[in-house]
């Protein structure tokens, strides 16, 4: 048989090496380049070389065919199964990332609780703590006497033998951080055994026809290691988010081949665990005063579920040389782009004043429709008048000023008049038309500002 022909590549630019290097000489990159297989320029490619073996034809099927849907598990936790996609499906990977402390043991030993106790069998294998502390934590929880089988390990080998052999249904891994593959000689945690424990699992949860629950720390420099490099392998990945200060966790759908992505299911961690909230619209705002400048409500979608915040805006004079501007909640680069906005195209002169924005309740918002609630608690911040009282805003500004359509206003609308909110100010929409609920269209943020501060702003 003839010789495929090796080549070395840099990960990094694409040069190509006759053999391996340290560096790479094309961008200096360190350790990037990786053997690889020489493709040649001739006709049929690979397969048309003479003496190599021919690969087996695969059968091609039509894109149209009876498929039933996969069967669900469900935990009846309600906020989690929704976010899983309406349940969890047999022969899936599942990862659940967040910081740690943030409660993802605590959630996944409620789920698993709930569904052992309705008769699925769940093995639960901790590699973060011993027996005794998931037993108290079960006792704290008041879950002890659901019968979920325990384990304390960390190595691989023995934790799929051990599955293997006790056959459940859904398996939760906590955390992959912490399990080793004896093939490799790096420590527990390192990229490249955190991907090859996961690639097992993974491969595992496939052939058994398990789900398997991976848990993943995000670490905060870089998120080397991290649940990040296991993003492509699994099946769904969700993050479990929240500010440790507040009692709201959030745990969200960043991709799922077996449901909807961007759901979210919002909890409160309390002392007897986590609690479902199934209307965060009223929790977010429980807490806001209706009669102070620099506080807008955004109606947002997460998902496909509207969720109403407030959205809490401080402008100051400044002390410094260069203003500050502090962000909770919000993208930061958002903040300077509405910023400048505001600045050339509606005069206000906000850029040598300090800047704070929060989104109150440590939700965070990624969709640029809250555009609009931003800029109305910043001008309602520089003005000092409160807004008009029961009014929602949503809205996406262009550079140039513009106010943009979202999508799914009439949900938004919905939601807020559900929860006793008369008025919306959001982008010119003329084919919306809803009864009890006073619709403001804007164009410009300068429309806003005008429909929203008592005088002419001053123009600086
Ligand atoms: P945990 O689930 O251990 O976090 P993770 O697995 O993501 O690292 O959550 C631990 C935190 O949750 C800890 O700070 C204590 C808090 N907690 C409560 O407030 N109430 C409870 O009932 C439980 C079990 C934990
Ligand atoms: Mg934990």
Same mark, same amino acid.
């Given at each position: 048989m003839a010789r495929i022909k090796k080549q070395f590549v840099c990960q990094s630019c694409g040069s190509v090496y006759p053999r391996w290097l340290g560096? *790479?000489? %094309? *961008? %200096?990159?360190? $350790?990037s380049i990786i053997e690889d297989v020489a493709t040649e320029n001739?006709?049929?490619?690979?397969?048309?070389? &003479? %003496?190599v073996k021919k690969g087996r034809i695969v059968s091609l099927h039509a894109l149209n065919g009876e498929e039933t849907p996969p069967p669900r598990l469900l935990s009846g936790i309600a906020e989690f199964d929704r976010v899983c996609g309406g349940g969890l499906v047999a022969g899936s990977a599942i990862l659940i990332g967040g910081?740690? !402390? /943030?409660?993802k043991s605590t959630i996944l030993l409620q789920a698993v609780a709930r569904l052992s106790s309705s008769g699925t069998k769940c093995v639960y294998i901790s590699g973060e703590e011993a027996i005794a502390q998931v037993r108290m934590r079960a006792q704290r929880l008041g879950?002890?006497? &659901?019968p979920v089988m325990l384990g304390a390990e960390t190595s691989l080998r023995d934790i799929l033998s051990t599955l293997e052999d006790a056959a459940p249904q859904i398996a939760v891994i906590d955390? /992959?951080?912490?399990m080793f593959a004896d093939t490799l000689d790096s420590a527990p945690g390192t990229v490249g055994q955190v991907r090859s424990c996961a690639q097992e699992l993974i491969r595992f949860a496939k052939k058994k026809n398990i789900c398997v629950l991976i848990v993943g720390h995000v670490t905060?420099? !870089?998120? /080397?290691?991290?649940?990040r490099v296991l993003e492509h392998m699994v099946d769904t990945v969700l993050y479990f988010e929240g500010e #440790?200060?507040?009692?709201f966790r959030i745990l969200r759908a960043v991709k799922n081949r077996f449901g909807g992505t961007d759901e979210i299911g919002v909890f409160e961690m309390g002392d007897s665990g986590l609690r479902e909230v199934h209307n965060p619209s009223a929790l977010f705002l &429980? $807490? #806001? $005063?209706?009669?102070? &400048?620099g506080s807008a409500v955004f109606a947002g979608m997460e998902g496909s579920r509207p969720v109403l915040v407030e959205i809490q805006a401080l402008v100051a004079p400044s002390s410094l040389a260069t203003p500050r501007r502090a962000v909770v909640g919000w993208d930061s680069g958002r903040l300077a782009m509405i910023l400048a906005v505001l600045d050339a195209r *509606?005069?206000? !002169?906000? %850029?040598g004043l300090d800047i704070y924005l929060n989104v109150a309740g440590g939700l965070r918002i990624s969709e640029p429709a809250a555009d609009l609630a931003v800029v109305a608690a910043l001008v309602s911040s520089l003005t000092g008048e409160p807004l008009p009282a029961e009014t929602i805003f949503f809205g996406e500004v262009s550079l140039s000023g513009e106010v943009r359509p979202v999508s799914q206003a009439e949900s938004r609308i919905k939601e807020a008049s559900k929860l006793g909110f008369q008025a919306a100010i959001m982008p010119? $929409?003329?084919?919306l038309r809803f009864d009890g609920t006073k619709i403001s269209a804007v164009s410009h943020v300068q429309d806003l500002v005008d429909l929203i501060s008592p005088e002419p702003v001053i123009q600086v």
């Amino acid at each position: 048989m003839a010789r495929i022909k090796k080549q070395f590549v840099c990960q990094s630019c694409g040069s190509v090496y006759p053999r391996w290097l340290g560096q *790479c000489e %094309g *961008c %200096g990159e360190w $350790n990037s380049i990786i053997e690889d297989v020489a493709t040649e320029n001739v006709p049929g490619g690979l397969g048309a070389r &003479s %003496g190599v073996k021919k690969g087996r034809i695969v059968s091609l099927h039509a894109l149209n065919g009876e498929e039933t849907p996969p069967p669900r598990l469900l935990s009846g936790i309600a906020e989690f199964d929704r976010v899983c996609g309406g349940g969890l499906v047999a022969g899936s990977a599942i990862l659940i990332g967040g910081d740690p !402390g /943030i409660g993802k043991s605590t959630i996944l030993l409620q789920a698993v609780a709930r569904l052992s106790s309705s008769g699925t069998k769940c093995v639960y294998i901790s590699g973060e703590e011993a027996i005794a502390q998931v037993r108290m934590r079960a006792q704290r929880l008041g879950l002890a006497e &659901s019968p979920v089988m325990l384990g304390a390990e960390t190595s691989l080998r023995d934790i799929l033998s051990t599955l293997e052999d006790a056959a459940p249904q859904i398996a939760v891994i906590d955390s /992959i951080q912490t399990m080793f593959a004896d093939t490799l000689d790096s420590a527990p945690g390192t990229v490249g055994q955190v991907r090859s424990c996961a690639q097992e699992l993974i491969r595992f949860a496939k052939k058994k026809n398990i789900c398997v629950l991976i848990v993943g720390h995000v670490t905060k420099d !870089g998120q /080397i290691a991290g649940p990040r490099v296991l993003e492509h392998m699994v099946d769904t990945v969700l993050y479990f988010e929240g500010e #440790r200060g507040h009692q709201f966790r959030i745990l969200r759908a960043v991709k799922n081949r077996f449901g909807g992505t961007d759901e979210i299911g919002v909890f409160e961690m309390g002392d007897s665990g986590l609690r479902e909230v199934h209307n965060p619209s009223a929790l977010f705002l &429980s $807490n #806001r $005063n209706k009669d102070v &400048s620099g506080s807008a409500v955004f109606a947002g979608m997460e998902g496909s579920r509207p969720v109403l915040v407030e959205i809490q805006a401080l402008v100051a004079p400044s002390s410094l040389a260069t203003p500050r501007r502090a962000v909770v909640g919000w993208d930061s680069g958002r903040l300077a782009m509405i910023l400048a906005v505001l600045d050339a195209r *509606c005069g206000l !002169g906000l %850029g040598g004043l300090d800047i704070y924005l929060n989104v109150a309740g440590g939700l965070r918002i990624s969709e640029p429709a809250a555009d609009l609630a931003v800029v109305a608690a910043l001008v309602s911040s520089l003005t000092g008048e409160p807004l008009p009282a029961e009014t929602i805003f949503f809205g996406e500004v262009s550079l140039s000023g513009e106010v943009r359509p979202v999508s799914q206003a009439e949900s938004r609308i919905k939601e807020a008049s559900k929860l006793g909110f008369q008025a919306a100010i959001m982008p010119d $929409n003329t084919k919306l038309r809803f009864d009890g609920t006073k619709i403001s269209a804007v164009s410009h943020v300068q429309d806003l500002v005008d429909l929203i501060s008592p005088e002419p702003v001053i123009q600086v």
